[in-house]
């Protein structure tokens, strides 16, 4: 069995094919959608989703999230007294999704199909394969988050059509553009921005709070004070997701001995967020222009990602494309379910037969050259394309490069991915010294093959074509990726790892949840609040589970009744 697994920023889901339709998986407190948290309990055990997400109100320097924000580089993140590599928190979090598979299955599960936003670069993407590994499975495809939501779609449509697909989702962005025809898709080309998600909606928000309400009331920078500091990132998010259904909305937030309030119109957060929005477009242009579509050719678009909630997104959408959104795909949702379609076409099913999907390459990848002039003085960092951006994949291309001086024994290899003509504005990807016999300039040379699998992955061979020795590049000048060595020994730290037990998540999400809200609230409520947790706590010292199980319901109908907002957020 393939599973499909949506990696999210924010949210992950896991999926399969069965019975010749996608089918999402409920997780252990009975949810679809499992955040992307990861937090370390006192005693030292992890727990991962809603659970987490509410500690890191109550318990911010033992949890974390959105770390698939800085997957690819070497970034450490501290939960209690333990420091983890994003790959790491991303393996726990996919442990507890392959968890709730089995459980769902009732049989293991080895093999998954992992979206990863298109516009990742290679490290990236690396990382997210290692994040497989480390959580014992192997990924036996990357697929790319606009491409599923475009499976989803064309599941359900049949026929000729050019359609768009936006995916906002909490850190990343991206655009695909997609041509389907007689059940073959075809991307055609794909734009984004790695570091542009509803997270940065937060930020701006949050940079406004600072200096309206913070500054005058002489708040401490928010990083300087975690627990105010969770606290007041949750409350900008519900803010956040309130203008999405109303024109104002209010934060309120226990500080001192009151509550700091602040109002803001949606009107006013549209000028905040009006730079994020122009970051917004110019993908979507992009995308167009290198699909060569008219946005009047566009039959539909499609959105995914929590934050094209947003209804200032939606509005610009319709005005770009003169016309609505698709509104019948969940968009927190539609990347899950495209990505089993990807996992049934990889397990042969039946009902998928005669569909194909390709994909591009997000970006385009090439060498450093140096090149002498016709009046002899040579310009140095040029940056030469071998596959160039929205290329079909796989794609497998070749270069010639050849010796600049006499007698020289050495051609050094660069590889760059980016969109520049020079090399150093481009980012680079790793390097190789090729040798090369003493010659004449220009009689040596060395052919350089890129390779781009069906998942974006990118291997770089290099032949000196006078002594046919041949170069394999491992991409290791980036500090960001894990050698098989260092896989092992993190996997064999993981293993030492206690992971809270699946059948206790109920109780340890309905702890967290009350905990967070003894945090958020204030005066008898929150006295109210500890009584609860204490009477729950002396239920689970007791052992008795069905005291138990009666004991949460009643914690738990205490709590929505106690909810600034939505329970069910
Ligand atoms: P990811 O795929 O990165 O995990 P999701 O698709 O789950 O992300 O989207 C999460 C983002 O969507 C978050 O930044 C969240 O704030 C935003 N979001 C969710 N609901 C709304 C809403 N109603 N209005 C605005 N933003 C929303
Ligand atoms: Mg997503």
Redesign the pocket.
């Given at each position: 069995m393939i599973v499909a697994i949506d990696l999210?920023?924010?949210?992950s889901l896991i999926g399969v094919w069965r019975n010749g339709a996608p089918r999402l998986i409920p997780n252990a407190t009975g949810d679809l959608l499992t955040p992307?948290a990861v937090s370390m309990l006192d005693s030292g055990e992890i727990v991962v989703g809603r659970a987490a997400r509410d500690r890191l109100v109550s318990h911010p320097r033992r949890s974390a999230a959105a770390f698939k924000r800085v997957m690819g580089s070497n970034r450490s993140l501290t939960l209690g007294d333990r420091d983890f590599r994003p790959e790491e928190l991303s393996a726990l979090v996919l442990r507890a999704l392959k968890a709730d598979a089995e459980a769902w299955l009732g049989e293991p599960v080895r093999e998954a199909v992992i979206t990863v936003p298109a516009y990742f670069a290679d490290a990236q993407r690396k990382a997210t394969q290692a994040a497989a590994e480390l959580a014992g499975l192997r990924c036996e495809r990357l697929l790319n988050e606009p491409t599923a939501a475009a499976l989803a779609y064309g599941l359900q449509e049949n026929g000729e059509s050019r359609i768009l697909v936006v995916d906002l989702?909490?850190?990343?962005f991206d655009v695909s553009v997609l041509e389907m025809f007689d059940g073959v898709m075809e991307v055609r080309a794909t734009a984004g921005d790695n570091f542009l998600?509803?997270?940065d909606f937060?930020q701006a928000l949050l940079a406004a709070f600072m200096r309206e309400v913070g500054t005058p009331a002489g708040l401490p920078p928010p990083a300087d004070e975690p627990p105010f500091h969770g606290l007041l990132r949750r409350q900008i998010?519900q803010l956040?997701?309130r203008l999405?259904q109303e024109d104002t909305a209010t934060l309120s937030l226990p500080w001192r001995t009151g509550t700091l309030c602040w109002t803001v119109s949606r009107a006013q957060f549209n000028t905040l967020c009006e730079p994020l929005y122009q970051r917004i477009r110019q993908p979507i242009e992009r995308a167009l222009r290198d699909a060569r579509i008219h946005p009047g050719e566009l039959a539909a678009v499609v959105l995914a990602?929590?934050?094209t909630?947003?209804p200032a997104l939606r509005r610009m959408i319709s005005l770009l494309f003169r016309h609505l959104p698709t509104q019948h795909l969940d968009p927190?949702q539609v990347v899950a379910m495209g990505a089993t379609v990807q996992a049934g076409l990889m397990m042969r099913d039946a009902a998928l037969n005669e569909r194909v999907l390709t994909d591009v390459a997000p970006f385009t990848l090439g060498v450093e050259v140096a090149d002498r002039q016709s009046d002899g003085h040579t310009v140095h960092n040029l940056f030469v394309p071998v596959i160039e951006r929205n290329t079909v994949i796989p794609a497998s291309r070749a270069t010639t490069l050849s010796t600049l001086e006499d007698g020289q024994t050495t051609i050094g290899l660069r590889v760059f991915q980016g969109e520049s003509r020079r090399a150093r504005d481009n980012i680079l990807l790793g390097e190789l010294t090729v040798h090369v016999p003493r010659a004449a300039r220009g009689q040596q040379s060395v052919e350089v093959r890129f390779t781009y699998d069906t998942s974006g992955l990118l291997e770089v061979d290099a032949t000196a074509l006078g002594t046919g020795a041949q170069y394999h590049l491992l991409i290791e000048g980036n500090p960001g990726r894990l050698s098989p060595a260092e896989i092992r020994q993190r996997l064999a730290a993981l293993a030492h790892l206690k992971i809270s037990p699946r059948d206790q998540a109920e109780n340890v999400a309905a702890l967290a949840r009350a905990e967070r809200l003894f945090e958020e609230l204030l005066g008898e409520q929150r006295s109210a609040v500890g009584d609860w947790i204490g009477e729950f706590l002396a239920a689970l010292e007791r052992g008795d589970p069905r005291q138990i199980g009666i004991s949460r319901a009643l914690l738990l109908q205490r709590l929505d009744r106690v909810e600034p907002t939505s329970p069910f957020d």
């Open positions: 999210g920023t924010t949210n992307s989702g909490g850190g990343t998600g509803g997270e937060n998010e956040k997701q999405s990602g929590g934050a909630r947003m927190d």
